[in-house]
């Protein structure tokens, strides 16, 4: 599928609004694939790979694919990119962890403020590796590295100029990162969260995806990798790569750059494969899927350490991330959008 800006044009406009909105849709739809896997990692996991870990990743290379876009292709300007991203995020983050300070408060996951100054500052990716951890805020680690991946594109984007020098620097970055983690982990015999949680290590997973989507939009992939069972082949690659028996670096080093290439191969694929995330309930996952990743984790804590029974703790967070989708996060990025 050729990219929606570069047709617009040429398209009629029914035709180029049409085709933008089944984009949008089996993005969404994407997003709603990696929302399933969490919360089927953590409330049902399935022996032999660990889902919840997968489905992080599925959400990073879709935003190193859409910061691509957004950043370098569109080129939306910065002061209202960064407002977007604060409205996006920030109102669901700050009554999310309030609200769990408070009903968490004399439960075993109890935390105080300080743990949640790092949440709410995104810092806790490495506060809970050198400070001190608090298990209902662990997920924040992942939303640390989307917010400083956010500001490292940003800059780039302003600094380097030219298509393929950011190609290039995008590249280099992202093989710093990955070589950072295998060393981290390999050599230094660091755990999973130490090397892991990192910035410096886990942005591979976001770059790499944003170097790929200039590949396509400047139509310097090859043309091999325009195939339409590329991106579902590129995608169960990567699901085998994170099996348990293969070491995690490898997930990291051969599993990412797969399932990078299989979101940005998207657009190339059939419908079997589109239809299928453009599907309503996978459409509305992903509409949902902030919210129920900010609420599943404190739940996931009572099923995975106190072996409470999984079904009724899932309910519980749909319960809570609808009230907070429909009452907290859209209304507050409406009200933002419009006013600030």
Request: aromatic share 14%; with cysteine; glycine share 8%.
């Amino acid at each position: 599928m050729t990219d929606i800006s570069a047709t617009a044009g040429v398209l009629p406009r029914a035709a180029a609004d049409k085709a933008a909105r089944t984009r949008l849709a089996y993005l969404d739809g994407w997003r709603g694939l990696s929302i399933a896997l969490v919360l089927i990692g953590h409330f049902f996991p399935v022996p032999g790979i660990n889902l919840g870990v997968l489905g992080v990743e599925f959400f990073f290379v879709l935003s190193g694919r859409l910061m691509g876009e957004i950043l370098f292709i569109e080129r939306f300007p910065l002061k209202k990119f960064f407002k977007r991203r604060f409205s996006r995020i920030y109102p669901a983050l700050l009554v999310f962890v309030v609200a769990a300070m408070v009903g968490l408060s004399g439960t075993f996951i109890a935390f105080k403020w300080k743990a949640a100054v790092t949440a709410l500052t995104f810092t806790y990716n490495y506060a809970g590796i050198l400070v001190n951890r608090a298990g209902a805020l662990d997920h924040i680690w992942s939303l640390a590295i989307e917010e400083h991946s956010y500001v490292i594109l940003a800059l780039i984007s302003v600094v380097v100029s030219g298509r393929t020098n950011v190609v290039r620097l995008l590249v280099a970055l992202s093989l710093l990162a990955m070589a950072n983690g295998a060393i981290s982990y390999w050599v230094l015999g660091m755990d999973y969260e130490t090397s892991y949680w990192r910035t410096d290590v886990h942005i591979a997973s976001i770059l790499l995806s944003a170097a790929i989507c200039l590949l396509k939009a400047d139509g310097r992939l090859p043309a091999f990798l325009k195939n339409r069972h590329v991106a579902l082949a590129a995608a169960a690659g990567a699901v085998l790569l994170f099996l348990d028996p293969v070491p995690t670096p490898v997930h990291y080093l051969l599993g990412v750059p797969l399932l990078a290439l299989a979101v940005n191969a998207l657009d190339f694929a059939g419908g079997y494969l589109t239809g299928l995330l453009s599907s309503r309930p996978m459409v509305m996952l992903g509409l949902w899927s902030y919210s129920l990743y900010l609420w599943q984790q404190p739940f996931y804590k009572f099923v995975y350490d106190h072996d409470v029974a999984p079904i009724p703790m899932l309910a519980a967070v749909f319960a809570c991330a609808l009230a907070s989708y429909y009452l907290v996060e859209k209304p507050a990025r409406g009200w933002l959008n419009r006013n600030w």
